[in-house]
T-cell receptor, first 108, second 113 residues
């Protein structure tokens, strides 16, 4: 099956800093989603981005499908950005395969 | 448009018991997927239901079973609970007719003692 690796596993930043999270996947996909899991466990959709670049406020994402990676950028970090960020991929309508996540901690 | 809801939010069971978790899909969605998330790990796919039929299954034993109803809501049943079944159970809904984005509910935290 598809393997998904995320880096770094942990990231601690000062409020206001910028960060880049990476997701590598082992095979062709036609669905890639980025999620933020808050401390209560809710997975919040950030981006559906099988290819190209999207921006939503302070967050943006880029997927280079031919090179099998995606990047999530967070600018001007706020404490509410803390949590675990997952990327997940699939090919078709079936299961999403999740990475192991990046735990982001923003210090005031 | 209502989001994905799950019930109950928390549950405590003892080993050997059976449990039923429920999920209501987002309006307009016809596909429900279930995931298990153990502490410190990413969610793992259990199975998916589309038009009341199981459509894809992950590496979970048969004691994990499910149903989808005509209104697209779904149940996850786990028989003969084991300690390792303690996890956050997430359901996601999506629409095959409107793209592949999966939207997740808040989850049910199951503790097996």
């Amino acid at each position: 099956g598809i393997q998904v690796e995320q880096s770094p596993p942990d990231l601690i930043l000062q409020e206001g800093a910028n960060s880049t999270l990476r997701c590598n996947f082992s095979d062709s996909v036609n669905n890639l989603q980025w999620f933020h899991q808050n401390p209560w466990g809710q997975l919040i959709n950030l981006f559906y981005i099988p290819s190209g670049t999207k921006q939503n406020g302070r967050l943006s994402a880029t997927t280079v499908a031919t090179e099998r990676y995606s990047l999530l950028y967070i600018s001007s970090s706020q404490t509410t950005d803390s949590g675990v960020y997952f990327c997940a991929v699939n090919f078709g309508n079936e299961k999403l395969t999740f990475g192991t996540g990046t735990r982001l901690t923003i210090i005031p | 448009e209502t989001g994905v809801t799950q019930s109950p939010t928390h549950l405590i069971k003892t080993r050997g018991q059976q449990v039923t978790l429920r999920c209501s899909s987002q309006s307009g969605h016809n596909t429900v997927s279930w995931y298990q998330q153990a502490l410190g790990q990413g969610p793992q796919f259990i199975f998916q239901y589309y038009r009341e039929e199981e459509n894809g299954r992950g590496n979970f034993p048969p004691r994990f079973s499910g149903l989808q109803f005509p209104n697209y809501s779904s149940e996850l049943n786990v028989n003969a609970l084991e300690l390792d079944d303690s996890a956050l159970y997430l359901c996601a809904s999506s629409s095959r007719d409107r793209g592949k984005t999966q939207y997740f509910g808040p989850g049910t935290r199951l503790l097996v003692l």
